[in-house]
């Protein structure tokens, strides 16, 4: 596609609940970063794939999240026995390349709404 | 998690008027990113910056990455009232071994007609 697309752009859950969220980067792009938006805050770093590796996990909360990306395309963000605190839009970004220039410009996903209940 | 010093929080200004906003960073970043946010809707980029005292242009709006590379401004000329919404800054830190961003906490603009 041509841009950035998420999968679902919303998910109501319950407490406890597992739940995955999906990434659709643009085609071509080899880095891809997650980021989780509480209502009304900024971008909170969460984790960022070079190809199919993740060399920064330190945004991860906790051990109940974790992410995997293959074919160095699709991502899946899973956060498992989910909290009332874990409600919030998690977004997802694809740049060309992870080196510093030009080429790391992050283009952005209309981000997955997620409210545990 | 770690996020940059943004500024102003909010702005509330009558259309027509000049906005200036910034960040700031205790160390120095390699890249410089300025995002539009619109309710329900993901960061959309404005202007990106890669070199120290590098000034971009994008219509009404200009962009400078600073000389100590540890701040950025982002200017928006002649307001109108579809500016409004959350500005955000990104940077990548110059450290080895991650190329992840630090945002901003925003700066929420809001025009009046």
């Known amino acids: 596609g041509a841009g950035v697309s998420q999968s679902p752009s919303n998910k109501v859950t319950e407490k406890g609940k597992d739940v995955e969220l999906r990434c659709d980067p643009i085609s071509g792009h080899t880095a891809l970063y997650w980021y989780r938006q509480r209502l009304g805050q900024g971008l909170e770093f969460l984790i960022y794939?070079?190809?199919?590796?993740?060399?920064?996990k330190s945004g991860l909360p906790s051990d109940r999240f974790s992410a995997e990306r293959t074919g160095e395309s699709v991502s899946t963000l899973t956060i498992q026995r989910t909290q009332q605190e874990d409600s919030a839009v998690y977004l997802c970004?694809?740049?060309?390349?992870?080196?510093?220039?030009?080429?790391?410009?992050?283009?952005f996903g209309p981000g997955t709404r997620l409210t545990v209940l | 998690g770690q996020q940059l010093n943004q500024s102003p929080q909010s702005m509330f200004i009558q259309e027509g008027e000049d906005v200036s906003m910034n960040c700031t960073s205790s160390s120095i970043f390699n890249t410089w990113l300025w995002y539009k946010q619109e309710p329900g809707e993901g960061p959309v980029l404005l202007i990106a910056l890669y070199k120290a005292g590098e000034l971009t242009s994008n219509g009404r709006l200009t962009a400078q990455f600073g000389i100590t590379r540890k701040d950025s401004f982002l200017n928006i000329s002649a307001s109108i009232p579809s500016d409004v919404g959350i500005y955000f800054c990104a940077g990548q830190p110059y450290t080895s071994g991650t190329y992840k961003y630090i945002f901003g906490t925003g700066t929420r603009l809001k025009v009046l007609a």
């Open positions: 970004a694809s740049s060309l390349k992870w080196s510093r220039g030009g080429t790391n410009t992050q283009y």
């Open positions: 794939f070079q190809g199919n590796s993740a060399p920064d």
